[in-house]
């Protein structure tokens, strides 16, 4: 970075808007011949990767604390990203709304450093605006000609997002320059949401049609914002519709996701007991499905799980679903959705082991942890372990929400965050919520180890304790027997007894996460792993359920590869069985459906994830392939480079997996397939 020196001298605030403003600074502008929107942006050397400053080092006793929970295979983040702002607000008011609310605060706070950061953040943003329509400008003097279409683009790049937008085209350029600015703000390039599309830009839809766009005028310009989309981050941007309504611009772009064929945006439909049976018709798609769209939501299970997070009535009925798997309130919360992924096979083998851990050498030990002697005290071993180990967590994470805040804050995100203008502060002690989604890794297969142990120790007395320990830390070598009979045990997955340890495992979990709640940090459980289920498998030990040391944990809300089936009823009732709304941190259930059944079944399909929804599940997510097809791209991934698969949040192409999460996709789909 060429202005490293004289940003390293600045305080944070004005480090943020002076990088802001040279970034912006270092863009330059592609139009293409069927561009119907503004924003092929290309970077210039100024854009760089993430450089410490000195008020961002650390002493080794603060790095101590904030990387104590990787001991225990557990990690802390905060985790930028994960946006959602208030596109209707932007749409209708512009960003001048904002600098005005900034204006009369610096009438009170004239010497306030944060606030006049701000101001010169929408200053930034304002230049970028005239200097993007200057080149337009110098585009059509070079070819010594006045193109309307390329003038409108340009009146229309002056115009938003810093004022109003008043047609259909208008609001989703505006969209699209917000959403292009929030990475670049934040240095964190995913999942940035576009909320409740179909609600906030129907009335530029309805208005530009009674005006004289067509059908296909409006989706050219869909289409254009779908390209833009899939060329910038990471694609992982959820657009929601539907919920209490669903209105013609909700069909369009179901219409349109179908058609373009693309992994972003995911689509996220939110589903009632009025949703119409068309619509129904419209989603059950072999195409859609075959890309792992759209995502289910189930409306009424998303405000139950707000409501629990004590999220008033009023705020819930502007929920949107946020990326991933988040229930986020627009404009009114810092997600650090990866904020604790906290290994629960961890507490487990503490509980059942005198507080220490299996592997060798670790430093850990929860103290007053006595050898079980039944199932209860297996239950309140795990209990102490938990909260002893979340402890460390939040420290943790604690730690470093204070260095981010002070070192290293956003300015452009939060002057879009409620509370924080009014307050001058950055977005992590101004938002109204700040939540840290505490993802419970591997609850899945703790909840099933300690239905084998009660089994196999505490009612058959077949073996001892002592020996389930040896067998799982020697991951199983010399001890087949042991292994097998661990896997024959129930498991959570088939609407068995089994359930019954998920259930009181996921009560005792988010009991003990909710409970660090004060101020404005929200600790959220969730049981959500997109496929960091392969890679935090791969780094751990031997399990109590049966599972060998580098094999992948459970997926989601959903059982460990081994029991699962081609027919997904017994998950789906088994899913349906855990406290989904106290889990308000998101969690999916992941099937697979044959082409042929999705086809030729969608009256059963259906019915399927309504039982799922209206019972309290959150969030059912689809595929559509089989596990030959994903033989052969492992094998030949030059011939499948536009394969497109639901990996847990998002779409993604096949071909940017890790190795091992493509296998792990192939050996879940050979056994799925309903």
Not at 137 to 143: I, K, L, N, P, T
Not at 575 to 588: D, E, N
Request: hydrophobic share 35%; charged share 25%.
């Amino acid at each position: 970075m060429n202005n490293y020196n004289d940003l390293n001298a600045m305080t944070p605030a004005k480090r943020f808007a002076k990088k802001f403003r040279l970034e912006l600074e270092s863009l330059d502008l592609e139009i293409k011949n069927d561009d119907e929107i503004i924003g092929w942006f290309k970077f210039g050397n100024e854009c760089s990767d993430r450089i410490l400053f000195d008020d961002e080092k650390i002493d080794e006793h603060t790095k101590g604390i904030m990387n104590m929970p990787e001991i225990f295979g557990s990690k802390t983040n905060v985790d930028k990203g994960h946006t959602l702002v208030d596109y209707g607000f932007i749409l209708n008011n512009g960003l001048v709304a904002y600098e005005n609310k900034i204006n009369e605060k610096i009438k009170n706070y004239p010497e306030d450093e944060y606030l006049a950061a701000m101001k010169d953040t929408l200053r930034s943003i304002r230049c970028f605006m005239e200097r993007m329509a200057s080149l337009i400008d110098e585009r059509m003097s070079q070819c010594n000609s006045e193109d309307v279409k390329m003038s409108a683009m340009r009146d229309m790049i002056k115009k938003v997002p810093y004022y109003p937008a008043d047609t259909f085209r208008e609001a989703v350029q505006s969209v699209w320059i917000i959403h292009f600015l929030l990475p670049l703000a934040e240095n964190a390039w995913y999942s940035i949401s576009l909320g409740k599309f179909d609600e906030y830009m129907y009335p530029f839809y309805a208005n530009s049609l009674k005006n004289g766009m067509t059908q296909d005028e409006a989706k050219k310009i869909i289409h254009n914002l779908y390209r833009l989309l899939n060329s910038y981050a990471d694609g992982a941007c959820m657009l929601n519709i539907g919920g209490d309504t669903y209105n013609e611009l909700s069909e369009l772009i179901i219409e349109c996701q179908k058609e373009f064929s693309m992994p972003a945006p995911i689509l996220g439909v939110r589903i009632d007991r009025n949703t119409p049976e068309r619509i129904w018709n419209m989603l059950i798609d072999e195409k859609l499905f075959s890309m792992g769209q759209p995502t289910f939501y189930g409306e009424e299970a998303c405000k139950k799980a707000l409501r629990e997070k004590s999220v008033s009535e009023k705020e819930t009925d502007n929920f949107s679903n946020n990326s991933c798997m988040g229930i986020s309130i627009p404009a009114e919360e810092f997600n650090s959705m990866w904020g604790c992924v906290f290994m629960v096979p961890a507490a487990l083998e503490a509980a059942l082991n005198t507080g220490l851990l299996l592997r060798h050498g670790c430093e850990i030990r929860v103290p007053n942890i006595e050898v079980p002697e039944n199932t209860d005290e297996v239950f309140a071993n795990f209990e102490k372990c938990v909260k002893y180990l979340m402890d460390i967590c939040v420290r943790s994470y604690e730690v470093k929400a204070e260095l981010s805040e002070k070192t290293d804050p956003d300015c452009f995100v939060s002057i879009l965050t409620k509370g924080c203008i009014e307050k001058r502060c950055d977005r992590i002690s101004g938002a109204k919520y700040h939540n840290v989604t505490v993802e419970c890794m591997g609850m899945a297969n703790a909840a099933d180890g300690i239905c084998a142990i009660d089994k196999l120790v505490f009612r058959d007395k077949k073996y001892t304790l002592e020996e389930i320990n040896q067998a799982v830390k020697s991951d199983f070598i010399e001890y087949k027997e042991i292994k097998d009979d661990l896997q024959s045990c129930m498991k959570y997955g088939e609407n068995s007894g089994a359930d019954e340890y998920a259930v009181k495992t996921a009560e005792i979990m988010q009991r003990i996460i909710r409970n660090y709640n004060h101020d404005n940090l929200y600790f959220l459980p969730s049981l959500h792993t997109l496929d960091h289920n392969v890679m935090y498998g791969k780094t751990w030990g031997a399990s109590y359920d049966g599972r060998s040391a580098g094999k992948p944990f459970a997926k989601n809300a959903g059982p460990s590869n081994e029991v699962r089936k081609s027919d997904p009823t017994s998950m789906v009732l088994s899913a349906i069985k855990l406290p989904q709304y106290k889990f308000f941190g998101g969690q999916p259930i992941d099937v697979n459906f044959q082409t042929d059944l999705v086809r030729n079944h969608k009256k059963e399909i259906s019915s399927l994830i309504k039982v799922y929804l209206e019972n309290g599940g959150l969030q059912f997510q689809v595929n559509s392939l089989s596990s030959k097809l994903l033989r052969e791209a492992i094998s030949s991934p030059e011939k499948y480079s536009n394969l497109v698969v639901r990996i847990g949040g998002f779409s993604i192409y096949f071909n940017s997996l890790s190795i091992e999460s493509k296998k792990e996709f192939a050996e879940r789909f050979e056994k799925e397939g309903f």
